[in-house]
């Protein structure tokens, strides 16, 4: 009989769950010393060996959180490959769909803007009266002492509209306070060339341009608001109830706004629904009282929304710019 075969033995399955498991190991290969294992006998000397040595060591995977995508942002990149990397995560932090729409995205300005309101700066949607407020006062704080030309927040056109033609001075005063009054601003208007107001009309933005220099009214918009051969009602109002207020404050006193000349300067028309808060913010920023002195495009919308939701949350004064910049591992 042959000689009997010896039992095989194989040791147990560790199971999955254990923590070794989950655990990679690196292969270290290293050649061994001479003289070390097969060598020669007798009087022969060493030589050296062939074997190699195995040593296995463990490390750790630290996953990092699921990475943040917004369809918007990947269309913009499509559109505009040049967009640098860390333009690109921040803006799919600020515009994910996945994320908390409550979270504070932009606090500056004693004004702050969440997840849920900054994403109206997707394509084909609505800019809400919050990014045109602080866009405004952004504006206003990249102007050297002293200020020739001024940005109202969106509020003061509602202020203006809503004052009765018989309001007496005490309450244009009260009302207009907030706007106007140096003490509150930290800063005279009487030195401004230009005067700002931004307006929102059936669901339209435009803006509302006081040029003192040149006695005239600029209306900027993306859509045509005459009636007729003459300008809407609604814009005429505006003017007479800003000269009240400018007078109230003694402002340009001698200026009559209500009779200046009103004029619609032919701009880039917009070809939807919703890029009039967009386009008009453009304009607002190069808007010399003659001309725009960086032209505006229609196939750059998309890019310019971008660079409103990098503006707003890279924004120095942006009081959750570290921590959004934490967030998204910069």
């Known amino acids: 009989m042959g000689p009997s075969l010896a039992p095989t033995y194989s040791e147990p399955l560790v199971p999955q769950s254990q923590a070794e498991a989950s655990l990679p190991t690196e292969v270290i290969v290293e050649d061994a010393e001479e ?29 990092r959180p699921p990475a943040f995508k917004s369809p918007f942002v990947t269309q913009c990149v499509k559109q505009f490959p040049k967009i640098p990397h860390v ?34 700066l997707n394509a084909g949607r609505w800019v809400n009266s919050m990014i045109v407020a602080i866009v405004s006062r952004m504006m206003n704080g990249q102007q050297a002492p002293p200020a020739h030309t001024h940005f109202f927040k969106p509020s003061f056109s509602v202020v203006l509209s809503n ?17 106007l009054d140096p003490d509150t601003l930290g800063h005279d208007l009487s030195s401004c060339d230009m ?40 814009t005429r109002r505006l003017s007479m109830a800003l000269h009240k207020a400018l007078h109230a404050y003694r402002i340009h006193m001698d200026a009559d706004v209500s009779s200046f000349v009103h004029v619609q300067p032919h701009l880039l028309q917009q070809l939807n629904g919703s890029d009039c808060g967009v386009l008009v913010l453009k304009f607002m920023e190069f808007w010399n009282g003659a001309t725009l002195t960086t032209s505006v495009a229609e196939d750059k ?15 120095e004064r942006n009081s959750v710019r570290d921590t959004i910049m934490a967030a998204c591992h910069l």
Not at 202 to 224: T, Y
Request: with cysteine.
């Open 301 to 315: 919308t998309n890019m310019y929304r971008l660079q409103l939701v990098l503006q707003l949350v890279l924004n």
């Open 35 to 63: 003289g070390v294992g097969a060598g020669g006998s007798g009087s022969q000397a060493p030589k050296p060996s062939s074997m190699k040595r195995y040593k296995r060591t463990a490390k750790r995977i630290v996953k």
């Open 195 to 234: 005067m700002f107001i931004s307006v929102c009309e059936n669901n339209h933005w435009h803006v509302h341009v006081v040029n003192f220099a040149a006695g005239r009214v600029e209306i900027l918009s993306s859509l045509p608001l005459w009636r007729g051969n003459n300008i809407s009602a609604a």
């Open 87 to 120: 333009d690109r995560v921040v803006a799919d932090y600020a515009l994910a769909e996945m994320g908390d729409p409550s979270e504070i995205l932009c606090d500056m300005y004693e004004m702050y803007i969440r997840r849920e309101e900054l994403s109206c």
């Open 163 to 179: 004052l009765k033609s018989n309001a007496t001075t005490q309450v244009i005063l009260e009302r207009c306070a907030m706007y």
